[in-house]
C-alpha cells in the first residue's frame, strides 16, 4: 500500500514538472472558444465569420501555468526591491 502511495506522488510530481517545462517553453495554446482558428463562424454560413473576441483573432490564448509562473515571478520581483 505504501508503495502505491509512493508511485502516485512520484507519477503526480512528474506530470507537474512536466506541464511547468511545457509552459515555460510553450506560453500560448489554443483559444477554446474559436478552437485555435481565431474565427467564430456563422452556423448557417460557413463562409460569414467574426474576429473571437477572446483571443483578438490571433487563435492563442495564455496557458494557466503560465499566468501563475508570471504571477509568482512578480510577486518576488516585487518582494526583493
Do not use: H, Q, W
Not at 48 to 72: A, E, K, N, S
Amino acid at each position: 500500500m505504501g508503495s502505491l502511495v509512493t508511485l502516485a506522488s512520484l507519477a503526480t510530481a512528474g506530470y507537474a514538472a512536466y506541464y511547468l517545462l511545457a509552459c515555460a517553453i510553450f506560453p500560448f495554446g489554443a483559444c477554446r472558444r474559436c478552437k485555435g482558428d481565431g474565427k467564430l463562424r456563422n452556423p448557417l454560413s460557413r463562409r460569414m465569420f467574426r474576429l473571437c473576441p477572446r483571443c483578438d483573432g490571433t487563435g492563442r490564448r495564455v496557458r494557466i501555468g503560465r499566468r501563475i509562473y508570471t504571477y509568482l515571478s512578480n510577486e518576488r520581483r516585487k518582494g526583493t526591491r
